[in-house]
């Protein structure tokens, strides 16, 4: 909260207020996603006709700007490559010095797995950019399997 030159309060834009809304609307759709799974319809709360002309509704039947969507869009999230996984008693790791190798469950030249969150969202192979490691993607989860996906988990 800001103080003007009169050590007043004012009242400036919160930009959390619309959280607890937008966490609401997302347990209806996750309701809606799981009657969906169980045969049901879902409809995402949209009227017949698509709800165009600049709006878009909500799951309650609501008009949302669309442009809520553009605060989402900014929302960092970690993007990781996976290279491989091994599991490995706790006294092998207390052993590991400069020099050890770990021997990961991945082939070489097997697709690597990318991750979004924690996610797989594709796989891909190891390029280099600019003498900087990248990724080229070979494989991407559809969105509906990615929502799949992510429901289970």
């Known amino acids: 909260m800001a103080i003007d030159q009169n050590n007043e309060p004012q009242a400036e834009e919160d930009p959390f207020s619309g959280w607890a809304e937008a966490l609401e609307e997302q347990q209806q759709v996750d309701g809606a996603l799981g009657a969906a799974e169980q045969g049901g ?6 009227p017949p006709g698509g709800g165009g002309g600049g ?3 909500g799951p309650t039947g609501t008009e949302v700007p669309v442009n809520d969507i553009n605060m989402v869009l900014d929302i960092p999230v970690q993007l990781s490559v996976e290279l491989g996984r091994t599991k490995v008693p706790i006294k092998y790791i207390l ?5 050890s190798v770990v021997e990961l469950d991945a082939l070489a030249g097997e697709p ?11 796989q891909g192979e190891v390029v280099v950019v600019n003498d900087k490691f990248g990724i080229r993607l070979t494989d991407v989860v559809t969105p509906s399997e990615r929502l799949r996906r992510v429901s289970r988990g």
Request: aromatic share 8%; net charge negative.
């Open 41 to 46: 319809s879902l409809t995402g709360g949209v």
């Open 95 to 99: 052993q590991l010095a400069q020099g």
């Open 112 to 122: 690597m797995d990318v991750l979004v969150n924690g996610y797989l969202i594709a």
């Open 55 to 57: 709006a878009s509704y």
